[in-house]
């Protein structure tokens, strides 16, 4: 007898805090049944909540989860040798198994650091999805896309997408399909149209890269006549169902043109400082432009961890001290840009932690020394605390870590080990 | 009977990671005593050091420990009305209880992330000498003095100072007396002279602010016609006895005067980026001239945590950004600058793992996600993980924490809490 379908578990979490108020929360099924001061109900699993707090589960905006593979394989070099003698090479050699053990490290790692949304960029598409759905995080995963402007590229990615987006019903529905051309320079203008309308016509979203560095908009302007957003906007990519990471040269009409397209912006400052790729994301301009800001680590190989709580950090006070203010970036909202573009972004109903939402949520510990004292959780989340403050981790009404412990994962860390080492001696 | 004299503890690491290698490490009483591939002598206290790397404990150069009472109180703020509305009106309440609880909890937040060392400036001195006493960290302590031009102030803070002096022989040696003047803007030139002299008869070291903001240095112009570090010079005070914190704006003239007298150099980054002080840092100009430069958090108000590693990534990222090179602030040169200034800064013989070193060592948890694949220790230390992967923590020969638990934790976060809450509500 399967009860699986008729019956929801049910979570009760009594007396934790929430936005400064004591709380219980009713988790029922995948879903938050209801909050309020006291639940008197029976449930399958009761969390005693004192000295913690709930806050919702994170969105890492833009990653490539599997890199975790290759971290700390090369450091502090400059962006061009990095790729092509450290980087490029390695990825030739991957097989799907290894991006696969990748992607449930990087999972593990999210899940001890609160992280239960992601967007996924990278090759060997079925290994990342596997990992995630046995994992039990979200993500919203995208092959990625280069054709290099070779026809033949092109028509084995098409083919390799629709194979892939058809394999879909094999998985959770924690995992949404999307599409994910490269970047501007590595994608040819006729598989960028490509994209656009097989997402349009499937009702996909799209995950790209634009503007990280100063060379790409050179050399978008010299191929095309049109900076990288007005190039995107001119063969119609530029609407709602689209997100940009990095996005850190732009100018005031590209800014406008993603405000009025109703575009999502992925800020990855781990990466962009780590690359010297620049440090004046324009934050405040496209906030108050009304552009959707979310925020990311990108892989492993350049922000080398995956904790979205230091990505606040970064954000927060890489963006002060670049922009001359110690106001912008403040606490409150540094912390929902982590939070609440998830459904925008990647289409899960998830990032905040009220009646109806996805059941994402994760349970702080206060008894730490850097959450001590509790004057302001949202400031000691993002100035003080890290992601190992996260002492309990629920996504889609599933408890994935309790006291900090996941199951199984020993294992992973071991064979995550085992596949690195194998792939460097290759 | 009393064995404390005669009779040294001894605690054994075996097989432990040390620089790339698998070693054991012999500590007996305060002292690293031998390392070998295998030692095979009896001792105290045996710890398995697999799975673990052994690494120095951490020198925190700059820090207003009992801060951490204010931590999260007020953030976001432009400088001077969170110094005037917020800081200030809130330490004019502090009492020396306060201050030793503020200072326990640094401590114990200091054990849990690998900082074995601290320089520290700050009211109610043995309010925090006490605590540091009792936590087992070693500290170069100094009383944070201030005149603003009036004679009484000097008077009473010169009196204060020698009876502070006189006091530390209650304390351990783990604790060094130092003077420490705030700023050149807060302290005559008249007291800053007398306090080179006090330190000169005494043999003691000096600690101050230098060269904060632009402000700081348009002001010593106005008011002396030189800049900070020249004016410094000029009464005396620049040798290879005195520390400088912050020092974000220095001409090249600067940059070899600091040079030429041996003085050392500590960058808060989480402070400057923070408060918007600066991110200019000239950390590549400094070193090339000779100059020594430390890594510090400054007080938990403005950098918000104490934790080192994550101070490490700061500064490098920041840096690279900054200067627009991904090369410059290398991993294995970035952990370095949080270890090896110890002796010179602090005058304690610490920051390396070797034969006759003090025995301050951090144990590290290689068996986390963060820490996974284990291609380059330094660089998952510096980019990858947080002061969350000490797993243990040895200083002055003892054992601070095991397996992340430090005896009486619980009791200083309830105590820092209480004393906190009043603290504000007074």
Known sequence: MNFKIYYKMSILIKNIQLNNQIKDILIEGQHIKKIDDTISLQADKIIDGRHKAAVPGLTNGHTHAAMTLMRGYADDMPLMPWLEEKIWPLEQKLTEDDVYWGAKLACLEMIKTGTTNMVDMYHFFAGTARAVDEMGIRAMLTYAGFDFELHTKAETYKKEVKQYFESMHQYSDRIHFAMGPHAIYTVSKKLLMWIKDFAADNGLKIHTHLSETPGEVKDSIKKTGLRPVEYLESIGLLNSNISLAHCIYLNDTEIKMLADNGCQVVHNPASNLKLSSGNNFRYKDLKNAGVTVALGTDGTCSGNNLDMYETMKLASLNGKAAWNNPTIWNAEETFKTACEP?????????????????????????????????????????????????????????????????????????????????????
């Open 342 to 426: 998830a459904q925008e972004l990647t289409g899960f109903k998830t990032g905040k932690i009220e009646e109806t939402y996805l059941a994402d949520i994760s349970l702080i510990d206060l008894n730490l020394p850097e959450m001590t004292p509790n004057f302001n959780l949202i400031s000691n989340l993002v100035y003080s605390a890290n992601g190992n403050c996260v002492d309990t981790l629920i996504c889609d009404g599933k408890i994935l870590m309790e006291n900090r412990h996941v199951p199984g994962e020993e294992e992973i860390l071991k064979q995550a080990t085992r596949v690195a080492f194998d792939l460097i001696k290759r």
